[in-house]
Structures are given as C-alpha cells and as structure tokens.
C-alpha cells in the first residue's frame, strides 16, 4: 500500500481516521482553555504547564492496571465509551468557582482512563489495515493529528478570547460527544483480538514480556524520553508568550504535519531503520537558539523545523510492530502512548521548574539540550542489529 488515495478505501479506515480527527481537535481545544484558565488564575508556568499536560502522569498508573484492556474489548463500543466519558470530564472542568485542586483531579481522571485509548486506537488500525499499510495509515491519523492540532490551537485562541476559557472548554466538550457518534456509527463491531478479561494481573504479565525484549526497551525509551522533553518546552509557550503562543503551538503542528508527509508517504523502505536518530536529534537542535531570546518570526521558525522531527515516532512504531506479535499489538501500541504521554507530563513540569527557577526562555534551551543528549545515548541501541550468522553444520 502505497498511496493515500488506496489508503482511504479501505474499508472501516475513513471512520477510525475521522473519529480519532474530531478527539485530538476535541483535546487541543480543551488544553489550550485549560492552560489559559490555570495561568489566568494562578500566574505560575508550572501549573499552567501543568494543566496542559498533567493527565500525562495518569497514564502511568493506567498502563499499569488497565492496558490489558487494549486487546481484550470490543474496540467500537470502547472507543464510543471513552468518547463519552471525556465528554463529560471536560464540561465538568467548565464548571464556574471549581477550585484549581478540583481541575487538576479531574484532569488526571481523564487520564486513568483515557490510558487504554491509544491501545484501542492504533490496535484497531493495525487490524483494519494490511500490515504495509500501517505505517502509512499512521501517517495520515498523524498529519491529521497536526492539521487538528493547527486549527485547534488557532481555533482556541479565538475562542477563549470571544466565548472565555469556560465556553471554550463546553466546545471541547461537543467535539468528544461527535467524536462519539462517529466511533458508534461509522465502526463495525469487531470481537476482541485477544481472549480472557481484561485485569491488573494480565496487564503487569503482558508489558513484563513487552518489557523484556532488549530492542523493544531502546524503541520505548526512544519514542519517549525526547519526544517528552521536547513537549515539556512546549509547555512554556504561555508562559514565554502569552500573547502569542496559540501561534506557537500552531506553528508545531505545521512542522509535524510536514514530517508525517515526508516520512510515512516518501521515505524508503531501506532508509528507515537508519532515520529514526536523526529525527530525534532535529526534534532538539533547533530549540536551542532559545538560550538566545530570539524574536518571534525567528523563534516559529525554530518551532517548525524542531517539530518535522516527531515524525521519528513513525518508524520507532513501525519497529515495534515488527518485534510484537499479533495478540500483544493493542498493549504494546497502548504502552507506547502511555509512556509517550507520560513522559510529556514528565517533561512538563521539569521544563516549568526550570522556568520557576530561571526564565521560559532558559528553561527551554535546557530541556532542548538534554533531549540532545538521552537522544545521543540512545542511538547505539536503535541500530539494526545484522543477522545472526548460521553455524555450519559438524
């Protein structure tokens, strides 16, 4: 599979596509509301930061009860289920007078939860897609994700400055509510791929196996260390420029946009066991001209190159698809997203308190040039390992 126009004919492909579109809008609405809600009232990068992000820290105690729960649902009723749920979550956080302690529990409520999300999500596209198929399928749910991502923050913007941070949060709200109807009416039911119930016992025994394959670690700790730092500098962008930083935080999806185009439609083959580094290097190198306080033209420009590089997720995933079998794809994607995301909020606050100690600015540069630096200590574990060779017979 080979071309985007082949790709959305397959069957059941444009509905998954399309709900997982209208949930990451819902999301990008939702954070950039939330974050301008936080700092508005508590004036602290770190909490703002925070608010964005901090569902992050759920995922890890997600991933370690629920993820089981991956393989062994029906993904349309799960994926409606956790729609509906967000839904309700996030016009919650609207409620006028809720304390900041009241956001934040509800906040990593949604991240408990929606911890089994991703597993469900891409577990489900690596059934309805061929395996060549998958890596551009996930290509296109991740150009999706940054034109979401683009015209949700731009969206945003405007939104919180014409309806207020509430109202823009009950927008969110609707946006998982439709994303609900699409995931109910646009899927077809599908048995789970794997047997039994879902548990904390068969989660801890499944990423024990996933964890303990040496080449499946460096692809995790890969996917998450500095795609996390790198979040964690977007995470300053209120802070940095508040007036400016739905641009900002546009401007990042831009450049993932063009990354997930580059990477899942024209790299070959043969070159993406050996690009995955690389794109992790870019993802860090530019953010350090921040230790410079660059001007705002200068400063979009280093956001979109850095961003090109988190299309490195692309073929980190596609590595780990090749080194999981079948009835372990949903956890195994489902682990990657948790550990993703929980890195961001990782990344998250150790970026808002070096801002608390330092500058954004500063903060910034610092975490850019430590994602440079796990980048470089990981690379020998991400090269393609030559094949054994076979001893002759005695």
Not at 106 to 127: F, K, M, N, P
Request: hydrophobic share 55%; charged share 10%; glycine share 10%.
């Amino acid at each position: 599979m080979r071309s985007y126009r082949e790709l959305f004919r397959t069957p059941e492909f444009t509905p998954l596509f399309t709900t997982v579109s209208v949930q990451i809008a819902a999301m990008t609405v939702t954070g950039l509301a939330l974050g301008t809600l936080v700092y508005a009232a508590t004036g602290s990068p770190l909490l703002s930061a925070l608010s964005m992000f901090g569902s992050s820290f759920a995922q890890v105690v997600g991933a370690a009860m629920l993820l089981s729960a991956a393989d062994r649902l029906p993904p349309r009723a799960a994926m409606t289920g956790l729609a509906l749920v967000a839904c309700l979550s996030t016009a919650a956080l609207a409620i006028p007078g809720m304390p900041v302690w009241a956001l934040f529990a509800i906040v990593l409520a949604q991240g408990v939860i929606g911890s089994v999300g991703g597993g469900i999500r891409y577990g489900l596209l690596s059934e309805v897609l061929p395996e060549d198929g998958y890596l551009l399928g996930r290509s296109a749910i991740n150009m999706s994700v940054g034109i979401m991502q683009i015209c949700g923050f731009a969206t945003g913007g405007v939104l919180v400055a014409f309806l207020s941070p509430r109202g823009t949060l009950l927008a969110g709200a609707a946006l998982h509510l439709l994303a609900a109807a699409f995931a109910r009416f646009g899927l077809t039911a599908r048995p789970p791929r794997a047997a039994g119930r879902p548990s904390i016992a068969e989660t801890w025994r499944t990423n024990a196996r996933l964890w303990s394959s040496v080449p499946r670690r460096y692809v995790y700790l890969a996917n998450w260390l500095p795609n996390g730092l790198i979040v964690g500098c977007e995470a300053l962008f209120i802070p940095y420029a508040p007036h400016n930083a739905g641009l900002l935080l546009s401007t990042a999806a831009v450049g993932m946009l063009i990354g997930d185009v580059m990477t899942g439609r024209f790299v070959p083959r043969k070159w993406r066991v050996h690009l995955g580094p690389y794109l992790l290097l870019l993802l860090g190198a530019p953010y350090l001209i921040f230790a410079l306080h660059p001007p705002l033209p200068l400063a979009t420009a280093a956001v979109v190159l850095a961003s090109i590089g988190f299309s490195a997720s692309l073929l980190l995933q596609e590595r780990l698809m090749a080194l999981t079998p079948d009835d372990m794809h949903g956890q195994a994607l489902g682990l990657d997203n948790s550990g993703m995301i929980a890195m961001q909020g990782v990344g998250a606050v150790l970026a808002g308190t070096i801002a608390q100690q330092t500058s954004p600015a500063t903060a910034i540069a610092l975490v850019a040039a430590l994602s440079l630096a796990v980048t470089l200590a990981l690379t020998p574990g991400l090269r393609p390992q030559p094949p054994k060779p076979i001893p002759a017979p005695a």
